[in-house]
T-cell receptor, first 115, second 111 residues
Framework: EAGVTQSPTHLIKTRGQQATLRCSPI?????VYWYQQALGLGLQFLLW???????NRGNFPPRFSGRQFPNYSSELNVNALELEDSALYLC???????FGTGELFFGEGSRLTVL | SQQGEEDPQALSIQEGENATMNCSYK?????LQWYRQNSGRGLVHLIL?????REKHSGRLRVTLDTSKKSSSLLITASRAADTASYFC???????????FGTGTKLQVIP
């Protein structure tokens, strides 16, 4: 079974532009979690999509948005890019478990650099 | 905010030595997990320990959990150069959206 895939691997943008990142969860998995990992920091929860709906979002401004498609792949959009948006953006599929307590399976990430 | 805080932030050891990393957290959990991240790449799940467990082993990994102290430790025995990576603890209170990752311990194993 294919794992979580993300694209692009690297993306370079300038301030004020928009960035679009993509994620395909593990086949058959309906949930997608997005995280931001700024340099030298831990992971910050961004967004959770399940069954096509946004279920929860972390403490990020509205210019971070996304969507989930009928095939459960997901897109993360970052508008009006700022320098501090430079980070590794990770997508994850939950492994299940009762009450969402199993492991998370991560993609390799998309490195966004804002100049 | 980060609930899990790893200690030390960085660790450098010789191949064959043991590496110990610690994680402290603040709220009640359902389980605690450890992940590994090779430089700038995705995280890989290593081991999960439930709140009612005190110790768990997996290969060269040993994890302990002390819920009274809200702390956990990860021991890697007989380390190898390939173990060089960052290690993160993640606390699971129930519900993936509530998972909180620590800031990580950067481990360097010198051949």
């Amino acid at each position: 079974e294919a794992g979580v895939t993300q694209s692009p691997t690297h993306l370079i943008k300038t301030r004020g532009q928009q960035a679009t990142l993509r994620c395909s969860p593990i086949s058959g998995h309906t949930s997608v979690y997005w995280y931001q990992q700024a340099l030298g920091l831990g992971l910050q929860f961004l967004l959770w999509y399940d069954e096509g709906e946004e279920r929860n979002r972390g403490n990020f401004p509205p210019r971070f948005s996304g969507r989930q498609f009928p095939n459960y792949s997901s897109e993360l959009n970052v508008n009006a890019l700022e320098l501090e948006d430079s980070a590794l953006y990770l997508c994850a599929s939950p492994g299940g478990g009762a009450f969402g307590t199993g492991e998370l399976f991560f993609g390799e990430g998309s490195r966004l650099t804002v100049l | 905010s980060q609930q899990g805080e790893e200690d030390p932030q960085a660790l450098s050891i010789q191949e064959g030595e043991n590496a110990t990393m610690n994680c402290s957290y603040k709220t009640s959990i359902n389980n605690l997990q450890w992940y590994r991240q090779n430089s700038g790449r995705g995280l890989v799940h290593l081991i999960l320990i439930r709140s009612n467990e005190r110790e768990k082993h997996s290969g060269r990994l040993r994890v302990t959990l002390d819920t009274s102290k809200k702390s956990s430790s990860l021991l890697i025995t007989a380390s190898r150069a390939a173990d060089t990576a960052s290690y993160f603890c993640a606390t699971f209170p129930g519900g993936y959206q509530k998972v909180t990752f620590g800031t990580g311990t950067k481990l360097q194993v010198i051949p």
